[in-house]
């Protein structure tokens, strides 16, 4: 009684064709083509929103090309933020700290990351990898020349800086001198 006829063994191996080549279309043509498909929608948004810029600089009373050269200058301003030498961001580090009174008593960096973004893909800017540089610093100082320091970090410093950690504690002996210990994330492009 469990014997197929011709007629359902057809019937099989045409559905198990039709799902094979529905598979198939579907790994091959239609996986592909909504990746590409969501890629061109990010090209058009980022497009779209530089034009936004542009056109509401333009709807200021400025020309077309004021606002391109505009937004050509903040993006100079933004690639600025990530130095590629490292040095150059550990030597301001120190500089900064004179220029605050406060005193540096050591700083330690570890080896570069990858920055990574939500989906775990490295972050690239203009064919450039962004890098994280942790940083370790140990200091002395008063909560005015700290305030100021940090201040100037975010400010001045020709690289996007984070304060991840910030410890402050007395020294010992009474005085205003804190003791401090910040770990700060440098974002690099190389």
């Known amino acids: 009684m469990n014997t197929i006829?011709?007629?359902?063994?057809?019937?099989?191996?045409?559905?198990?064709?039709?799902?094979?080549?529905?598979?198939?279309?579907?790994?091959?043509?239609?996986?592909?083509?909504?990746?590409?498909?969501?890629?061109l929608k990010g090209e058009v948004s980022g497009i779209r929103d530089q034009i936004e810029q542009i056109e509401a600089s333009v709807g200021q009373g400025h020309s077309i090309a004021d606002g391109i050269e505009a937004l050509k200058n903040k993006y100079r301003v933004l690639d600025a933020k990530f130095p590629v030498k490292e040095e150059e961001a550990l030597g301001l580090l120190s500089e900064f700290a004179r220029r605050c009174n406060v005193t540096i008593v050591t700083i330690?960096?570890?080896?570069?990351?990858?920055?990574?973004?939500?989906?775990?893909?490295k972050v690239e800017i203009e064919?450039?990898?962004c890098r994280i540089l942790p940083v370790s610093i140990d200091a002395k100082s008063n909560y005015n020349d700290l305030g100021k320091y940090i201040e100037m970090l975010g400010e001045f410093l020709p690289a996007y800086v984070t304060v991840e950690e910030l410890n402050i504690r007395k020294e010992s002996g009474g005085g205003p001198v804190l003791r401090v210990t910040m770990e700060l994330n440098l974002y690099l492009l190389a």
């Open 127 to 129: 064919g450039k990898i």
């Open 108 to 121: 330690k960096s570890q080896p570069k990351v990858e920055f990574l973004d939500a989906k775990d893909q």
């Open 5 to 39: 006829t011709p007629s359902q063994k057809k019937i099989i191996i045409f559905t198990g064709a039709a799902v094979t080549a529905v598979t198939l279309l579907g790994l091959f043509v239609y996986l592909p083509a909504v990746r590409e498909i969501s890629l």
